[in-house]
């Protein structure tokens, strides 16, 4: 996974995409592929937010419910939300949640269902749309 397509990641988010010698953000810059840079934050290359979405992939459209209630079994899935994870079935734990397809909003914290195939699964949202848990319904 890249690093997120935020204003809020850290060195340490870049140092652990880009694998640099030291980790420092010059050593960053050497060491980083040019192509992995997302050519609308690239910049100068000579900032921490030229790193925004480096190494990014597109984010994947899944539809889930809208987060209602703590007993999302029974809610309709109903609401699109883009996740960087690829698992078409739904996101699972690790993954982030955005309301847009840009990434740049996270989804709220929450309690929401996603559909699998005829069954479903309960997906947690902690802060800033990262998926903490999911089971089935």
């Known amino acids: 996974m890249g690093v997120p397509n935020t204003t809020t990641f850290t060195l340490q988010n870049v140092v652990d995409v880009v694998n ?3 980790d420092d953000l010059v050593d960053c810059f050497a060491d980083a592929v040019a192509s992995k840079f997302d050519s609308n934050y690239e910049g100068s290359k000579n900032q921490l937010l030229n790193f925004r979405n480096y190494d990014g992939s597109t984010l994947l459209q ?11 079994c029974n809610e309709t899935v109903n609401t699109a939300y883009w996740t960087d994870g ?11 949640v955005y309301t847009n397809s840009s990434g740049t909003a996270f989804l709220a914290g929450g309690y929401y ?25």
Do not use: F
């Open 86 to 96: 690829s698992d078409s079935s739904g996101p699972v734990v690790g993954d982030i």
């Open 113 to 137: 269902r996603s559909q699998m195939g005829s069954s479903g699964s309960k997906v947690t949202i902690g802060s800033n749309g990262l998926v903490t848990a999911r089971s089935s319904c």
């Open 20 to 22: 640099p010698t030291t």
């Open 62 to 72: 899944i539809t889930m419910s809208t987060g209602t209630t703590k007993d999302t």
